[in-house]
């Protein structure tokens, strides 16, 4: 299996700009969660989805963040407008909910100018 | 609300000398214990987890833990280290019937020659 896959790896874009990044889970997990890692908050977990459906989005900062899964291979995390304080590692993970192992994606590094 | 500390920000430690690196968890209800390691620009990579029985874990890479329940703690250890092993580790919980799993705030593994 190719494990959890993040697209772009990179992204800088300039403040007010709209940023979507994206993540294909594992085959077969049921679970995906979005994360964000920054030097002064460390791991935060943004949302999660259970069978496609977002079952906790309570650590969704603002208005501005906003994150679908059309289908089980596919989700996406969307910030609009992007703000200098969005720059963070931001990282997808997946799992079988009956595991609770969580496989993470290498991570999109965003920089917001 | 569960939560997890991770005393030691920093561990600077000689190639092939014994390290511990600290965990301590505050919850409630019956828990189930990771460690995490985040190689530099990389996901993170599942050591090991304690679910139940044996208090002892065996991970990857030659690392175990001991989960503790009177002392809430899940301290990571190995008996010698490589100069490879020089990486982040997060330690997490995780309630047990739920799946938002709560980081620490990592330490950071220096192992010199």
């Known amino acids: 299996d190719a494990g959890v896959i993040q697209s772009p790896r990179h992204e800088v874009t300039e403040m007010g700009q709209e940023v979507t990044l994206r993540c294909k889970p594992i085959?077969?997990?049921?679970?995906l969660f979005w994360y964000r890692q920054t030097m002064m908050r460390g791991l935060e977990l943004l949302i999660y989805?259970?069978?496609?459906?977002?079952?906790?989005d309570s650590g969704m900062p603002e208005d501005r963040f906003s994150a679908k899964m059309p289908n089980a291979s596919f989700s996406t995390l969307k910030i609009q407008p992007s703000e200098p304080r969005d720059s963070a590692v931001y990282f997808c993970?997946?799992?079988?909910?009956?595991?609770?192992?969580?496989?993470f994606g290498p991570g999109t590094r965003l920089t917001v100018l | 609300a569960q939560s997890v500390t991770q005393l030691d920000s920093q561990v600077p430690v000689f190639e092939e000398a014994p390290v511990e690196l600290r965990c301590n968890y505050s919850s409630s209800v019956s828990v189930y214990l990771f460690w995490y390691v985040q190689y530099p620009n990389q996901g993170l990579q599942l050591l090991l987890k304690y679910l139940s029985g044996s208090t002892l874990v065996k991970g990857i890479n030659g690392f175990e833990a001991e989960f503790n329940k009177s002392q809430t703690s899940f301290h990571l250890r190995k008996p010698s280290v490589h100069i490879s092993d020089t990486a982040e580790y997060f330690c997490a919980v995780l309630n047990t019937g739920f799946q938002k799993l709560v980081f620490g705030t990592g330490t950071r593994l220096l192992v010199s020659p």
């Open positions: 993970a997946s799992s079988l909910y009956e595991i609770n192992e969580q496989f």
């Open positions: 085959s077969g997990h049921n679970s």
């Open positions: 989805f259970n069978n496609n459906v977002p079952i906790d």
